[in-house]
């Protein structure tokens, strides 16, 4: 009988014995690991206690809601979107404010090549910046504002050479209506206002009042100036401007018969009458506006002082640039305009 009892400890020893057991089980399965790697041995191991099902049971879950924790994390951080359905924003990557649903955001699976692109309708051209907006519009051309300046009475000797040496100066072109008469006394001076790129002009022949003359008269006086300017400079001017502004029905009949242009003026310093130079200057100025013409001479007969005139034509001249003013011929501001 007492051989035959089991002793306290036997139990004990036997549990120890499998305590071991299991370890060296244990160390077995982690070389395994370590030789197939961490994946292979663990499916190794699972195939050998008949859990390989569960293994796989396990991944599907684990990457279920790796994709439903990305999604989440899309669609809280998709501008314009507040809450909305788990399903749209694992498929769409959100919603936009309107109900929309946005682009998703998934990266490409692995070996894939293809890259999500936006949809065409949220994609917008690219525009000028507000800064670039700005410097194309201060570069936008803006047309400049024309004055055509006019000498009257010339040509001759003494005053119409000063002028034409201030035009050169300033490299400014100018419409000169010339006297017949004036031009068979000194046709060399006419050639150099033609040869110099100005504008040539009738004023009549004999500088008379016309707008008081008969039609016969008129048209007499009108071929007389054109003889003598085509004598002086081989030219027939198309232009007209009577001698005093004076105008009648007739004069009007006989330069339409004759296809000369009838020009007049709007700014007038009266240089003739001995203006001093800064009244001329001022005048000149102040009265410009887009489209002037302004009257001015180059002669004024024998006892006629036009040194106020000479004086005043630089200031005039840089005064009406500084104001923004391109200057040219009567012709030129005809075409500019249209």
């Known amino acids: 009988m007492r051989e035959g009892r089991v002793r306290p400890g036997g139990r004990s020893g036997t549990e120890l014995g499998l305590v071991l057991a ?119 051309p803006v047309p400049a504002k024309r004055a055509a300046l006019t000498f009257d009475d010339g040509p001759d000797r003494k005053y119409t050479p000063m ?41 009549g022949y004999a500088h008379a009042d016309m707008g008081k003359m008969t039609a016969a008269d008129i048209a007499e006086d009108l071929r007389l100036a054109d003889e003598a300017l085509r004598e002086a400079a081989g030219i027939v001017p198309a232009l007209f401007r009577p001698p005093y502004g004076s105008v009648s029905d007739e004069l009007k009949a006989a330069l339409s018969d004759s296809g000369k242009k009838l020009v007049r003026w709007n700014v007038d310093p009266r240089d003739w009458d001995g ?32 040194s106020g005139t000479i004086e005043a034509l630089p200031e005039i001249i840089e005064g009406l640039l500084a104001q923004g003013y391109e200057l040219t011929t009567v012709s030129g501001l005809e075409r500019d305009s249209k």
């Open 22 to 140: 299991g370890l060296v089980l244990l160390h077995g399965i982690a070389g395994i690991i370590s030789l197939f790697g961490a994946e292979a041995g663990a499916d190794i191991i699972l195939q050998m206690f008949g859990l390989a099902a569960v293994r796989s049971t396990i991944a599907a879950d684990a990457e279920s809601a790796s994709d439903t924790a990305a999604d989440i994390a899309l669609t809280e951080g998709a501008p314009g979107v507040s809450g909305g359905s788990g399903h749209a924003a694992a498929e769409g990557g959100g919603l936009a404010a309107d109900g929309t649903p946005l682009a998703g955001n998934r990266p490409a699976p692995a070996g894939s090549t293809a890259t999500e692109q936006p949809p065409e309708s949220i994609v917008q051209p690219p525009g000028p910046s507000e800064s670039e907006s700005a410097s194309q519009r201060r570069e936008a």
């Open 163 to 203: 002028v034409l040496d201030i035009l050169s100066q300033y490299g400014v072109t100018a419409t000169f209506f010339v006297v017949g008469t004036q031009a068979e006394r000194y046709p060399e001076v006419l050639a150099r206002i033609r040869d110099e790129g100005h504008e040539i002009g009738s004023h």
């Open 275 to 306: 203006t001093p130079a800064a009244e001329i200057a001022s005048h000149v100025l102040e009265h410009a506006k887009d489209g002037a013409i302004i009257l001015l001479h180059s002669f004024g007969g024998k006892n006629a002082d036009l």
